[in-house]
């Protein structure tokens, strides 16, 4: 008599649905385990399979079955049927394709690289709110990339220090100044005081620069915390609020964009513990999967770092992340993503972030082009002549760049970035 039955939900000439989720992980068995068995474990765990053979099962519990359908090495594509899931419900997803399975004893390691969501599913999805025409319009800013930077330290500054590196930064010429994910309401710095004091200098810099100026403010905390933080920044007439989306849930954030959305308000994810599962590259999740659920349930934005700053990443991945978030189709690009047409689902902004200065700007719009938000922070408030500097000198790279000029070409009429080429020059931050 047969003890298990995951051979079962593997079929390697079974075609899918168009209707069905597919999913594509990395898996490495265990000792003794064969390739098949341990993808048939895969399939079984996350849908309707135990670890042993029932006494009764109804007929219908066959057409519910996930299936491995290509083993390619430690490759596996898997196919779950659309009646599996809850409609609109992102968590129930996730706690089924990357839940309990990567706890599995069978598996080494184990990794959810893409998963190709099909229109009936993604239909019950909002989306973002604005996609990036409308987040253009909102900041009348065309034809360049969308610019801001963290107050650095990312913590420690009271609510008017803060305020204060806010309006240097905003009269340097940068749309965003943006708090980082580790300051939310501190007792050297109130969100209350904050929100107050920076909507008066982005008042001052938006009258004395006629641009529209703001920030992303972080509201992070329990659902009903992050809801009248939102609440606030409305009052104030902020059109943004950030939130650290890993650590607050998929569920908060989708509560969150709703709740935003009615007020007219921007979400900027904040992707912090992001590498706690997407930085091995043999076990977790990716950061392209966790880019394409935070688009699905409505960020405007989410971090996608540089290749060329300080965080880990390479310039393939980051380019996959930013047409995952900007483009109404995505095409599978080898073993690192899927096919995705998103529908009604509209578009999201690329961040770049992280180690960045003047002199590292033209490798990243090399890489983005000019469809994204290019974070500064630390390479415009170490300008030896200061933020207001610091802003410029970042401006004017974006403009060599632009002009199809070098750096150094561009030094020679532009004083501020002169003077960040000879701190910085090409310097790529380990």
Same mark, same amino acid.
């Given at each position: 008599?047969? &003890? +298990? ?16 989720? $597919? ?21 079984s ?80 999805f909002?989306g ?6 409308? &987040? ?17 330290p990312? *913590? ?10 806010g309006y240097?930064?905003?009269m340097?010429g ?23 004091l %920076? ?19 972080? *509201? ?5 915390? %992050? ?13 943004? #609020? %950030?939130?650290d989306v ?14 935003? /959305?009615?007020?007219? &308000?921007? $979400?900027?994810?904040?992707? #912090? ?6 930085r091995?590259?043999?076990?977790? $999740? ?15 934005q ?9 965080? #880990? ?11 995952i ?13 899927? +096919? ?14 992280g ?6 700007v ?14 500064? /922070?630390?390479? *415009?408030?170490?300008h ?12 004017q ?5 632009? +002009?199809? $000029? ?7 009429? /532009? ?13 790529r931050?380990?």
């Open positions: 008599m047969a &003890i +298990d039955w995951y051979m079962d939900f593997v079929d390697l000439g079974y075609e899918p649905e168009k209707n069905e989720i $597919i999913c594509l992980y990395y898996f490495e068995p265990a000792e003794g385990i064969s390739r098949e068995e341990a993808a048939g474990r895969i399939a765990e996350s849908s309707t399979g135990t670890w042993t053979t029932l006494h009764t099962l109804p007929p219908r519990m066959r057409d519910l079955q996930a299936t491995v359908f290509e083993i390619d090495g430690n490759y596996v594509k898997i196919s779950y049927p659309l009646a599996l899931w809850d409609e609109g419900n992102a968590p129930q997803l996730l706690s089924g394709i990357a839940g309990n399975i990567f706890g599995m004893k069978a598996l080494l390691n184990l990794r959810l690289i893409d998963a190709t969501l099909p229109a009936e599913y993604i239909r019950h909002k973002p709110h604005f996609g990036n025409e409308g &987040i253009r319009k909102l900041m009348n800013v065309h034809g360049r990339p969308l610019t801001g930077a963290v107050p650095k990312k *913590i420690g500054f009271s609510a008017q220090e803060h305020a204060e590196i240097d930064t905003w340097g940068f749309d965003f100044v943006k708090d980082d994910e580790n300051l939310t309401s501190t007792a050297f710095n109130r969100f209350d005081d904050r929100v107050d %920076m909507a008066r200098m982005r008042n001052k810099a938006e009258q004395e620069t006629g641009e529209i100026k703001s920030a992303f403010i972080n *509201i992070t905390g329990d659902t009903e915390i %992050m809801e009248k933080r939102a609440a606030l920044l409305a009052e104030y007439g902020w059109n943004y #609020a %950030m939130i890993v650590v607050a849930g998929t569920a908060a954030v989708m509560t969150l964009r709703d709740f935003c /959305s009615d007020l007219g &308000i921007a $979400i900027h994810a904040h992707r #912090a513990m992001h590498a706690a599962f997407d091995n590259p043999e076990h977790g $999740i990716t950061m392209q999967f966790l880019a394409k659920i935070m688009r699905l349930v409505g960020v405007s989410i971090h996608t770092g540089t290749a060329v700053g300080k965080l #880990a990443g390479t310039r393939q991945e980051s380019a996959v992340l930013a047409d978030l900007r483009q109404e189709r995505t095409r599978g690009v080898g073993r690192i993503a899927l +096919d995705q047409d998103w529908g009604h689902i509209k578009t999201a902004f690329p961040v770049a972030s180690g960045l200065h003047p002199g590292l033209p490798d990243v719009l090399d890489i983005y082009g000019t469809e994204l938000v290019l974070l500064i /922070s630390g390479g *415009i408030h170490g030896p002549d200061g933020t207001r500097s610091g802003a410029r000198a970042a401006i790279a974006m403009e060599a760049w632009k +002009d199809g $000029i070098t750096l150094e070409e561009k030094a020679r009429t /532009s004083r501020e970035l002169a003077a960040a080429l000879g701190k910085w020059g090409h310097y931050p380990k």
